[in-house]
Nanobody
Framework: QVQLVESGGGLVQAGGSLRLSCAAS????????MGWFRQAPGKEREFVAA????????YYADSVKGRFTISRDNAKNTVYLQMNSLKPEDTAVYYC?????????????????WGQGTQVTVSS
């Protein structure tokens, strides 16, 4: 069982930056592929980024590539999402998720555990 708690969301102006954190409980954190997803009002949950259990492989949605960076610290059981050059269309609730398989990391159905989410609002 893994419990995930996100933090770091807030209100920021367009062009600004935020760093989201996701703290995980459990001793097997390092075995999980970790992902970030987001959901805007009236829209489906969409993939943002993912990172393999070693951190060697990272994956990004085209909409955030070059602006967002995912990283992890297995010693601290924490995964991060550094978000730069934020745009109003990045406004959403951001969720952290964990999966065992490392398969099709962009599909939310493949994730076993989810956090409660943190709100990110980007003003124009």
């Amino acid at each position: 069982q893994v419990q995930l708690v996100e933090s770091g969301g807030g209100l920021v102006q367009a062009g600004g930056s935020l760093r989201l954190s996701c703290a995980a409980s459990g001793r097997t954190f390092s075995r999980y592929t970790m992902g970030w997803f987001r959901q805007a009002p009236g829209k489906e949950r969409e993939f943002v980024a993912a990172i393999s259990w070693t951190g060697a492989n990272t994956y990004y949605a085209d909409s955030v590539k070059g602006r967002f960076t995912i990283s992890r610290d297995n010693a601290k059981n924490t995964v991060y999402l550094q978000m730069n050059s934020l745009k109003p269309e990045d406004t959403a609730v951001y969720y952290c998720a964990a999966q065992v398989s490392g398969f099709l990391v962009s599909d939310p159905k493949n994730y076993n555990y989810w956090g409660q989410g943190t709100q990110v609002t980007v003003s124009s």
